[in-house]
C-alpha cells in the first residue's frame, strides 16, 4: 500500500511532456499570437464603491497602499487615466492596423464605460469577463465568489448584449476555476500559467473545461513591479525575444504567445512606443496568427477535444 507520504500531488507537473500537440493554427503558423487588453478601471477597491479601503495595487503609485475609511486621489487618477486616454490610444493603435483583441473586462468598470464598450464591440474585439470586481479573492468564501461569478455573466451580458465565454478572474482563489467549469458557459477559461498551449482540466462533478493560459512575464505589468521593465526599448525586447523562440519551435510544434495589456499602464505614451515596435516587428515575420482568444480556443476546441 502506497503511504500518505508518498501519495502524488492533486498537481499536474507532466503536462503533456515529450509528446506535445500539433497545434496545427490556421494557414499553418508557428505562433498564435494574442493580445489581451485587461480593462479594471472604475471596479478596483474604493469607498466610492462601498469598499473598507482604497485600492493599493498595480497604479503609478508604487508606494501606494489600502488607506481604511479614505480616498487615494493619486492612485485614482492613474486608474481614469485608462479609461480617459490609455484606452482610447490604444483602440486607434489596434484599429488602424486591424488587430484583432481579447478584452478582459471587469463588469463593475464596464458600468461607467459605455463609449469604451461601443468601440469594442465597434472593432469586433471579444469582450471577456474579468470577474465583477478587480479585487483579491483569495480569502472569499466560495459561496460568495460563486455569486459574485453569476452576477459578472448577468451584468456583462446586460452591458455588452451577449453573455462572456471567457473568462479570467486574475487574483483568483483555490475555488475559481471550479466555479467557472461549474457555469458550464465558457468556452475557456484563462486563470492558469501552465503551458505554451491549451489544455483540458476535469474539475470534480462538471464537464472537461478548457485552458487557455494566460502569461505574466510577456505582461506590461511588470512595468510597475520591482527590477520589472524600466523602458520601451526592454518591453519590446522582451516580446521581441519570446515570440522569436516561440517562432523557431514553431517549425515542428506550433505554440502560441499572449501579451497582457492594461490601459493604465501600456497606455502611456512612453510605453505604447514598445507595443508599436512590436506590431512592426511581427509585420515582418511569416506564418504568424493574431488572434482573439475566443478564435483559438474555438480552434483547439475543434482541432483537439477533450478526451
Excluded at 507532466?14 to 489581451?36: E, S
Excluded at 479573492?137 to 459561496?143: G, L, Q
Excluded at 518591453?235 to 502560441?256: N, Q, S
Aim: glycine letters at 8%.
Amino acid at each position: 500500500m502506497t503511504s500518505s507520504h508518498h501519495r502524488p500531488p492533486a498537481r499536474d507537473f507532466t503536462g503533456y511532456g515529450r509528446d506535445v500537440p500539433h497545434a496545427d493554427w490556421p494557414g499553418g503558423a508557428r505562433v498564435a499570437v494574442q493580445f489581451i487588453l485587461n480593462y479594471e478601471e472604475g471596479g478596483e477597491l474604493s469607498i466610492l464603491n462601498g469598499d473598507a479601503t482604497s485600492e493599493g495595487f498595480l497604479s503609478e503609485v508604487l508606494t501606494a497602499v489600502p488607506w481604511p475609511g479614505r480616498r487615494h486621489m493619486n492612485v485614482e487618477s492613474t486608474y481614469e487615466y485608462g479609461s480617459r486616454a490609455g484606452f482610447w490610444r490604444l483602440w486607434r493603435l489596434f484599429t488602424s492596423r486591424r488587430i484583432p483583441v481579447t478584452v478582459n473586462a471587469v463588469a463593475w468598470a464596464l458600468r461607467t464605460a459605455p463609449e469604451q464598450v461601443a468601440a469594442m464591440k465597434e472593432a469586433d474585439w471579444e469582450i471577456a469577463s474579468h470577474g465583477l470586481r478587480w479585487i483579491d479573492y483569495k480569502d472569499m468564501p466560495i459561496e460568495d465568489e460563486r455569486a459574485h461569478l453569476k452576477e459578472a455573466v448577468r451584468l456583462h451580458t446586460e452591458l455588452t448584449g451577449a453573455r462572456p465565454l471567457g473568462w479570467y478572474t486574475g487574483r483568483s482563489s483555490e475555488n475559481t476555476l471550479d466555479l467557472v467549469a461549474e457555469d458550464g458557459g465558457f468556452v475557456y477559461a484563462s486563470d492558469a500559467y501552465a503551458d505554451d498551449l491549451p489544455y483540458w482540466v476535469r474539475p470534480a462533478g462538471t464537464a472537461p473545461q478548457l485552458i487557455v493560459p494566460y502569461a505574466m512575464d510577456t505582461n506590461d505589468m511588470r512595468f510597475l513591479q520591482p527590477q520589472g521593465f524600466q523602458t520601451s526599448d526592454e518591453f519590446f525586447a522582451y516580446l521581441r525575444d519570446a515570440f522569436d523562440v516561440l517562432h523557431a519551435e514553431g517549425a515542428e510544434r506550433p505554440k502560441m504567445m499572449s501579451a497582457g495589456l492594461h490601459c493604465r499602464i501600456i497606455g502611456h505614451p512612453g510605453r505604447t512606443a514598445a507595443l508599436i515596435r512590436f506590431l512592426d516587428y511581427l509585420e515582418t515575420k511569416p506564418d504568424v496568427w493574431i488572434t482573439r482568444r475566443l478564435d483559438l480556443a474555438r480552434h483547439w476546441r475543434e482541432r483537439h477535444p477533450a478526451r
